[in-house]
């Protein structure tokens, strides 16, 4: 194959995956659109504020023991880790405000984000693409009853509500975990003067932001989960495919957003 050929294959593959890219970021936003539409019909209903109230104890409380779980360890680790750079200074109490700021602002919404995209975001889309797979979606559609009312807009609002409260839970469980290794394994004066050098940290606009990404988050999770399961395709092996694009998608565009709000918050100073 000659140089000339290569380059042009070469040429024709990144263009190919430029287009698919635009393509999809236009079909979800083309689905955003259409749920942000009918949400107010969906909310106003019984059946559908029912509907919301399922989906966020499917997406939210079942979830909040891993998340506990997940942010009290990643409080331990911090702590352990911060510990031995900080002590030859004397700044062993520094922790405190370290992770109080680390964890509001950013590793609280961040790795609740990547729990909820494995615990409902994969649900979802498995979900949705059994629905599409058997023909459930077309039925509905063929008794004139709008799929993105009825499915999209619940999964939509849960995730991006729990989002948010499972965050405010996540920030505290890592506080937590940083606060009984510095009372039990490293410093116990350290430990006794934890939660009022954290409280002299932390402003108001350390837990806004963290809020803030985590309600985009939420967003993005579902909305991906939810594009990728309402085009599932090719039965039982497509359902697998969508599940596990919804994950790795939902992780590359957390990270992603995380990027262009830290960088926003620090041009604005935030």
């Known amino acids: 194959m000659s140089d000339r050929a290569t380059k042009r294959n070469f040429v024709e593959a990144v263009g190919s995956r430029a287009i698919g890219g635009v393509s999809y970021l236009g079909g979800m936003a083309i689905l955003l659109g259409q749920a942000i539409r009918v949400a107010p019909a969906t909310l106003s209903r019984s059946s559908g ?14 979830s909040v023991a891993v998340v506990c779980l997940v942010q009290v360890f990643i409080g331990v680790i911090l702590a352990l880790q911060l510990a031995p750079p900080l002590e030859p200074w004397g700044q062993v109490d520094k922790i405190a405000n370290i992770i109080g700021v680390a964890g509001f602002r950013m590793l609280g919404p961040i790795l609740t984000a990547v729990v909820i995209s494995g615990f409902a975001g ?28 009825f499915l999209v807009v619940p999964r939509l609002i849960a995730t991006f509500i ?4 499972l965050t405010v839970i996540a920030n505290w469980m890592i506080a937590i975990g940083g606060y009984l ?4 394994v490293l410093d116990p004066q350290v430990g006794e003067w934890y939660w009022s050098l954290m409280r002299d940290q932390l402003r108001m606009r350390d837990f806004a932001s963290g809020l803030i990404m985590a309600g985009v988050f939420g967003v ?18 497509g359902v697998g495919k969508a599940t596990t694009m919804t994950v790795v998608y939902s992780i590359v565009s957390i990270i992603l957003a995380a990027g262009v709000f830290t960088t926003i918050f620090y041009v604005f100073e935030f």
């Open 49 to 62: 504020r029912k509907a919301l109230i399922g989906q966020m104890d499917r997406v939210g409380v079942r």
């Open 220 to 237: 993005l999770i579902s909305l991906i989960a939810c594009y990728e399961g309402l085009r599932v395709r090719g039965g039982a092996e």
């Open 122 to 149: 994969a649900s979802i889309a498995a979900e949705l693409g059994t629905m599409a797979v058997s023909e459930e979606i077309e039925a509905l559609r063929a008794h004139a009853l709008n799929p993105v009312r």
């Open 181 to 184: 290794i510095s009372l039990l």
């Open 162 to 165: 729990m989002m948010l409260l």
